[in-house]
């Protein structure tokens, strides 16, 4: 089946420092993967999608120039925190869907964000 | 917000009892998928079940869709200990972005 790696599972960083995150389709292209994000025991916040070769569509509140985004091949997405601050640390998880597959998005094993 | 909701949000029932969660949703959809999330780590696709249908099955999950209500149920029956999880349904209103429901904690005691 569809697989998506999503690393690091773990990350903490300091204050104002950036962090990458990325998402692989491993056994599959993706033109359109996306991102979300979710605070402990709260549902999935949809933060933006993301277009291969083009640029990302944002959800409404989500701040582009902090949370960047490409996708700069069809198996591979990044999410880059910039100046990361407290009130970013959060899970964060990628999805995807395999063309064709109609079997529901695949998901990443997410990313435990903690700015310190 | 188009978020859906969940009910109930908390579940906790004896091992090999069923276990029903509801979902509500606000718009149209073009289909609906029930996702399992064990606690920090990713989800994990259920079902996906269309407008046009009414009803799926897979092993020991029932999802159903009425679409006239906007609602769905996912019957988890004869539970086990290993179903405790947090479990949430998501929208497709064809824009392929989806919206996730508020989620229900289920925890089944062995």
């Known amino acids: 089946g569809a697989v998506v790696s999503q690393h690091p599972s773990r990350v903490i960083c300091k204050s104002g420092t950036s962090v990458k995150i990325e998402c692989r389709s491993l056994d599959f292209q993706a033109t359109t993967m996306f991102w979300y994000r979710q605070f402990p025991k709260q549902s999935l916040m949809l933060m933006a999608t993301?277009?291969?070769?083009?640029?990302?569509?944002?959800e409404q509140g989500v701040e582009k120039d902090k949370f960047l985004i490409n996708h700069a091949s069809l198996t591979l997405s990044t999410l880059t925190v910039t100046s990361a601050h407290p009130e970013d640390s959060s899970f964060y998880i990628c999805?995807?869907?395999?063309?064709?597959?109609?079997?529901?998005?695949?998901f990443g094993s997410g990313t435990r964000l903690t700015v310190v | 917000s188009q978020q859906g909701e969940e009910d109930p949000q908390a579940l906790s029932i004896q091992e090999g009892e069923n276990a029903t969660m509801n979902c509500s949703y606000k718009t149209s959809i073009n289909n609906l998928q029930w996702y399992r999330q064990n606690s920090g780590r990713g989800l994990v696709h259920l079902i996906l079940?269309?407008?046009?249908?009414r009803e799926k099955h897979s092993g020991r999950l029932r999802v159903t869709l009425d679409t006239s209500k906007k609602s769905s149920s996912l019957l988890i029956t004869a539970s086990r200990a290993a179903d405790t999880a947090s479990y949430f349904c998501a929208t497709d209103s064809g824009t392929y972005k989806y919206i996730f429901g508020t989620g229900t904690r289920l925890k089944v005691l062995a």
């Open positions: 993301s277009n291969e070769g083009s640029k990302a569509t944002y």
């Open positions: 999805s995807a869907e395999e063309q064709g597959r109609g079997g529901g998005y695949t």
């Open positions: 079940i269309r407008s046009n249908e």
